[in-house]
């Protein structure tokens, strides 16, 4: 592909993101919603929401080795289809079962989304450009988290949520023709797509830094998966008192801390050639920033929306992951790599939703609203610790951390 058609191609696989990411954070304004639709609790509803990530994680290293062996082309238009056939089934659903079963395919068909942008990005721009283009590709999801939040909420408002994601199917069936038009595989096989896939994934397997980045990438992106793609609205109009769309809105800055922060710090990294550093420091005030946002008492709405913003700054940082997990993998397994780290990010949504889903529930007093379970600051709090655990552990993995040697600059 020419310097243009690359682009383009890179900003349709970026989109595809965007649009998986909406899929992903749409349950979180029609919890009520679909508790009342299919008369669950909170549990059942984290289960619910969580599988797109039961379709999406398992298969994380599966695509990996196959978009190295077949280019993106087919994998991802054919992907996009799925993920908009599931959106369908979703939004006609009768039964919690078969609602089951179109987020299974939305997730199946997602799964192809974000190590599909990375394999774009790998084939046709030079590896300089890798973590900045990681963030940009960051950014176009965060893009999707945020129209997932008050956009999606306004659109549900007016069409409800059936239409509107019968809506969400209609756009993904036109990305997929796009994306198959316009997207190269590749002009000859590339150095990573060659030699023994099976040897190049045990070398993944074996080395303990590439683990120790799926370590930080699921922790990073545990609190935007599980708290801002879910929880964060129904807590803020309970604890805060505030309407679905304002809620909706406060949580959004989480995700624009994410969609800023990922290609500037991507950027930065590319730099510095050094990644370490900077992930034990942002790992340490991603911490901090959550357990406040949680856990101080008192907190306003204007201090509670800086600190998400500053929360989703600093877990963007989980793009560097990717990058120090192929500097220590073979180098003909950088989609094996990928599909490592992104299995944990991915599975961090798959376990934490319903954990905290079934803290809550364990923990509610028994008050309804229209149907819908009303669960205490008291019962949020306990379901919430899970994620101050798990950002710990991230920050400890940051300082466990090597960096390559000799070191590299993507």
Same mark, same amino acid.
């Given at each position: 592909?020419?310097?243009?058609?690359?682009? /383009?191609?890179?900003?349709?696989?970026?989109?595809?993101?965007?649009?998986?990411?909406?899929?992903?954070?749409?349950?979180?304004?029609?919890?009520?919603?679909?508790?009342?639709?299919?008369?669950?609790?909170?549990?059942?509803?984290?289960?619910?929401?969580?599988?797109?990530?039961?379709?999406?994680?398992?298969?994380?290293?599966?695509?990996?080795?196959? +978009?190295?062996?077949?280019?993106?082309?087919?994998? #991802?238009?054919?992907?996009?289809?799925?993920? $908009?056939? *599931?959106?369908?089934?979703?939004?006609?659903?009768?039964?919690?079962?078969?609602?089951?079963? *179109?987020?299974?395919?939305?997730?199946?068909?997602?799964? /192809?989304?974000?190590?599909?942008?990375?394999?774009?990005?790998?084939?046709?721009?030079?590896?300089?450009? &890798?973590?900045?283009?990681?963030?940009?590709?960051?950014?176009?999801?965060? !893009? *999707?988290?945020?129209?997932?939040?008050?956009?999606?909420?306004?659109?549900?408002?007016?069409?409800?949520?059936?239409?509107?994601?019968?809506?969400?199917?209609?756009? *993904?069936?036109?990305?997929?023709? @796009?994306?198959? =038009?316009?997207?190269?595989?590749?002009?000859?096989?590339?150095?990573?797509?060659?030699?023994? &896939?099976?040897?190049?994934?045990?070398?993944?397997?074996?080395?303990?830094?590439?683990?120790?980045?799926?370590?930080?990438? &699921?922790? #990073?992106?545990?609190? #935007?998966?599980?708290?801002?793609?879910?929880?964060?609205?129904?807590?803020?109009?309970?604890?805060?008192?505030?309407?679905?769309? $304002?809620?909706?809105?406060?949580?959004?800055?989480?995700?624009?801390?994410?969609?800023?922060?990922?290609? !500037?710090?991507?950027?930065?990294?590319?730099?510095?050639?050094?990644?370490?550093?900077?992930?034990?420091? +942002?790992?340490?005030?991603?911490?901090?920033?959550?357990?406040?946002?949680?856990?101080?008492?008192?907190?306003?709405?204007?201090?509670?929306?800086?600190? #998400?913003? =500053?929360?989703?700054?600093?877990?963007?940082?989980?793009?560097?992951?990717?990058?120090?997990?192929?500097?220590? $993998?073979?180098?003909?397994?950088?989609?094996?790599?990928?599909?490592?780290?992104?299995?944990?990010?991915?599975?961090?949504?798959?376990?934490?939703?319903?954990?905290?889903?079934?803290?809550?529930?364990?923990?509610?007093?028994?008050?309804?609203?229209?149907?819908?379970?009303?669960?205490?600051?008291?019962? &949020?709090?306990?379901?919430?610790?899970?994620?101050?655990?798990?950002?710990?552990?991230?920050? +400890?993995?940051?300082?466990?951390?090597?960096?390559? @040697?000799?070191?590299?600059?993507?």
């Amino acid at each position: 592909m020419t310097g243009g058609r690359a682009v /383009f191609a890179f900003g349709l696989a970026a989109s595809f993101f965007t649009y998986a990411f909406v899929q992903r954070v749409a349950p979180s304004v029609i919890v009520g919603e679909l508790m009342a639709e299919f008369a669950v609790g909170a549990a059942v509803l984290g289960n619910l929401a969580a599988f797109y990530f039961y379709g999406y994680a398992p298969l994380q290293i599966p695509v990996g080795m196959l +978009l190295d062996r077949f280019g993106p082309r087919r994998l #991802m238009g054919f992907a996009v289809g799925v993920s $908009s056939i *599931g959106a369908v089934i979703f939004a006609i659903a009768p039964t919690i079962e078969i609602a089951y079963l *179109g987020r299974l395919l939305v997730g199946i068909g997602a799964a /192809f989304g974000w190590v599909g942008v990375l394999t774009v990005a790998t084939l046709w721009f030079a590896p300089t450009r &890798f973590a900045m283009l990681t963030g940009i590709a960051q950014l176009f999801g965060m !893009i *999707g988290a945020i129209f997932g939040q008050a956009p999606l909420a306004l659109a549900v408002d007016a069409w409800g949520w059936r239409g509107t994601l019968g809506a969400l199917a209609v756009f *993904g069936a036109l990305l997929a023709v @796009a994306i198959f =038009v316009v997207i190269a595989d590749k002009r000859t096989a590339p150095a990573h797509a060659t030699g023994n &896939f099976a040897a190049g994934l045990r070398g993944v397997i074996r080395a303990r830094d590439a683990w120790l980045a799926t370590i930080y990438g &699921f922790a #990073m992106t545990g609190t #935007m998966q599980s708290f801002a793609a879910l929880w964060a609205v129904p807590w803020l109009m309970q604890v805060h008192g505030l309407e679905r769309g $304002s809620a909706a809105l406060l949580s959004s800055a989480m995700f624009a801390g994410w969609g800023i922060g990922a290609p !500037i710090i991507g950027y930065v990294v590319d730099r510095l050639g050094r990644r370490v550093g900077p992930m034990r420091l +942002l790992s340490a005030a991603m911490t901090v920033s959550l357990a406040a946002i949680l856990y101080w008492p008192g907190l306003g709405l204007p201090a509670l929306a800086v600190l #998400m913003f =500053v929360n989703g700054v600093c877990a963007s940082s989980m793009v560097i992951s990717y990058a120090h997990a192929r500097d220590h $993998s073979p180098a003909n397994a950088s989609g094996a790599a990928y599909g490592l780290v992104n299995t944990a990010v991915v599975g961090s949504g798959a376990l934490l939703q319903p954990s905290i889903g079934a803290l809550l529930d364990r923990a509610w007093d028994g008050t309804l609203s229209g149907g819908s379970r009303v669960y205490s600051p008291a019962a &949020f709090e306990q379901g919430f610790s899970i994620l101050l655990a798990v950002a710990v552990l991230g920050a +400890l993995s940051a300082w466990l951390m090597r960096e390559p @040697a000799p070191a590299k600059t993507l």
